[in-house]
């Protein structure tokens, strides 16, 4: 932790400009990425190590966020949505050191926010079984985000690879993958998901496996379609000629010169899921209580909160969610902007 | 032309023939057996049963039956209209889905009634001014109303309307049109935006073309530019995107009628599902898969329709 968070003091432009390089940018990725998976998953094989496990991810989070401003400097709307993203990503990060009370403990029911009750200060109120708002936010936003860019991720692993498969190497290859794309293609979203959650039974894992089979499709048509464009540059016949393997080419050839699109795709992806999975929540196949995340607290608020009074409990998981589907979205904006100006 | 359609037809055939098999095998797996017979019997009810009596209570639902002879059974009473009888509701299922159908199909016209004015309208005036304030507003305010998802849309409409001015009700349980005023509101502010960023794209696009210029140079006024050349060029990809948005509809709907317990097509499909009542969500299924489809037949003929620059061969 220490090697990561020392660097950081110096003079930060040619450190930044190392780190934007796509090695150090993936290094710092997995730095903050997998100890925060490691903690929302598999969070009791830890034990008593569990409260160390995010400590690495904090320095990497904060200097990924100042590696993506400064790289993306010259656009301010991209600026904008990753410091929304970011702001949840850190919270989400930080949430066990943070002076949070606990978000399952019942403390003081129906406290209205920026109130003071048995000589605690509560920011956000207290919901209608008395668990503390503020906490119960930050602590869903870690369950949220997790999940949300786990599924994403996952589905973006298969779609490409389908992609790369039917685009590349083509024939029956693509044939068969193209059919099974238009079957799950021709549903709606959100019966698919009904349907296979309902199948499946509600809990994270499901989702993710929900949400490849509902997006995978759609990344396939988008990487075949790329595959089909670049299979035909000469770079790829060199490679060829080289006799390097086909599996080879498709991800060290193909897929590093098709990332300009996919990039953009996948950060209006990863706002369609982190809606899907509250969404989903909500409707009571995503996630399960008492643990908090945003869609649980609307479900809980939305029968018993229906007064002018206590609209709070229903308003600030609503907002959350949209202001951080809003970074994910200024952030695909503010990419696609800067890829055409190129 | 003719060809393309019989074609997706066929299809969309063998999609539903594959979307309903699979569908039929799930929900005959003994999971959902027992669920149904929880869900109708009460938990309590289904852990004392002896293991005859749920032999002859799966006999009375007609449960008992092997796989291929139940599917046979339902694809000839398909044929005949016959969807099958609903365990939860005890009704006929075309009746069922039918009156969903009517309610649902009553919230889109709504929705696109109200949708497409306005998504066109402020698409095309982002779009002749490329660059300019207007633009900029327009669209950074379509990319904010599609960034809140329909379920925040609903909470905020539903807290401010509703419940702070009073001025509608906060469910939509009752008949007549203020109780579909904030299901259809959400639904049009969450997907204009989509549609007017298309539209914007495509008049932005034409606007740079080479016979707009020469318009604009041979003298012909502003507005006869825009109405007559411009608009009629541009509005053809917005017409394929409008069509589209029915089957992106199809999934809004779900998380709307839920929210205001709207009794429509979604909130059908969803109770069945949780249910496990195979034949609604089954003939629910179908439909929605049937609406996709024909929507995307629609769009892509529609398209060469208009554009005569594009005919498949």
Redesign the interface.
């Given at each position: 932790m220490a090697v990561v968070t020392a660097p950081a003091a110096m003079p930060s432009r040619p450190l930044l400009a190392r780190l934007a390089e796509p090695r150090g940018f993936l290094l710092l990725i997995l730095l903050m990425w997998v100890p925060l998976v490691a903690y929302v998953m598999f969070k009791q094989y830890f034990g008593d190590y569990a409260q160390y496990v995010l400590l690495p991810a904090i320095p990497a989070a904060l200097l990924l966020y100042a590696t993506a401003a400064w790289t993306w400097r010259e656009s301010p709307i991209a600026v904008i949505g990753a410091t929304l993203v970011f702001l949840w990503l850190v919270l989400a990060i930080t949430a066990p050191y943070l002076p949070l009370l606990d978000p399952n403990k019942p403390v003081a029911p129906f406290v209205t926010p920026f109130s003071e009750k048995n000589g605690v200060f509560y920011w956000l109120g207290t919901d209608t079984r008395g668990r503390d708002m503020l906490s119960r936010t930050i602590w869903g936003c870690q369950r949220v985000i997790v999940w949300g860019i786990t599924a994403t991720v996952v589905a973006y692993v298969v779609g490409t690879m389908l992609g790369l498969i039917a685009g590349y190497l083509g024939g029956w290859w693509d044939q068969v993958v193209s059919f099974f794309a238009?079957?799950l293609l021709?549903?709606?979203?959100?019966?698919l998901f009904?349907?296979i959650l309902?199948?499946l039974g509600p809990s994270g894992f499901n989702i993710v496996i929900a949400v490849t089979f509902s997006s995978a499709p759609a990344i396939m048509r988008i990487v075949r379609g790329l595959a089909l464009d670049v299979k035909t540059r000469d770079y790829i016949f060199a490679a060829q000629t080289r006799g390097e393997s086909a599996l080879w080419i498709m991800l060290i050839e193909l897929l590093p010169n098709v990332r300009g699109p996919l990039i953009v795709d996948a950060c209006l992806r990863l706002?369609y899921t982190t809606?899907a999975i509250?969404?989903l929540t909500?409707?009571?196949l995503g996630l399960q209580p008492p643990d908090p995340d945003w869609?649980l607290m609307?479900k809980e608020a939305?029968s018993t909160a229906?007064?002018?009074k206590f609209?709070y409990m229903?308003?600030i998981p609503?907002?959350s969610?949209?202001s951080l589907?809003?970074g994910f979205?200024?952030m695909a904006?503010g990419l696609r902007e800067m890829s055409m100006r190129d | 032309m003719v060809k393309l359609i019989l074609q997706r037809l066929l299809q969309m055939a063998l999609i539903m023939l594959v979307v309903s098999l699979v569908l039929f095998i799930v929900f005959d797996s003994p999971k959902f057996k027992k669920q149904l017979a929880v869900n109708e019997l009460g938990g309590f009810a289904v852990a004392t049963l002896t293991q005859a009596d749920y032999e002859k209570w799966l006999e009375s639902k007609g449960l008992n039956v092997p796989i291929y002879d139940r599917y046979g059974k339902w694809v000839w009473g398909l044929a005949h209209g016959d969807f099958g009888r609903s365990f939860q509701k005890n009704e006929d299922v075309g009746y069922l889905l039918g009156r969903a159908l009517i309610k649902t199909g009553i919230l889109a016209f709504w929705v696109f009634a109200l949708m497409i004015p306005i998504a066109l309208i402020t698409g095309v005036l982002a779009g002749i001014r490329e660059g300019k304030f207007q633009d900029r507003a327009i669209t950074f305010l379509s990319v904010l109303f599609t960034s809140i998802p329909e379920i925040a849309t609903a909470i905020i409409l539903t807290v401010f309307l509703a419940l702070g001015l009073g001025w509608l009700p906060a469910k939509s349980k009752g008949d007549g049109l203020i109780y579909i005023v904030l299901p259809v509101l959400t639904l049009v502010l969450y997907d204009f935006g989509y549609v007017a960023r298309m539209t914007r794209a495509s008049v932005a696009e034409v606007m740079t073309s080479q016979y707009i210029r020469t318009a604009v140079l041979k003298g012909i006024p502003y507005r006869r530019v825009i109405m007559k050349h411009v608009l009629r060029n541009a509005l053809i990809a917005p017409f394929t995107v409008i069509v589209l948005q029915l089957n992106w509809l199809l999934s809004g709907v779900v998380v709307v009628e839920v929210f205001f317990q709207y009794d429509g097509f979604g909130k059908l499909l969803l109770d069945a599902a949780l249910f496990g009542d195979l034949y609604v969500v089954q003939a629910a299924t179908l439909a929605a898969v049937f609406v996709a489809v024909l929507s995307q037949l629609i769009s892509d003929v529609g398209y060469t329709f208009l554009n005569p620059r594009i005919r498949f061969s």
């Open positions: 238009n079957v021709s549903f709606p979203v959100m019966i009904i349907l309902n199948y706002g809606v509250t969404t909500f409707l009571g869609g609307i939305s229906l007064v002018w609209s229903l308003l609503a907002l969610v949209s589907i809003l979205n200024l904006d | -």
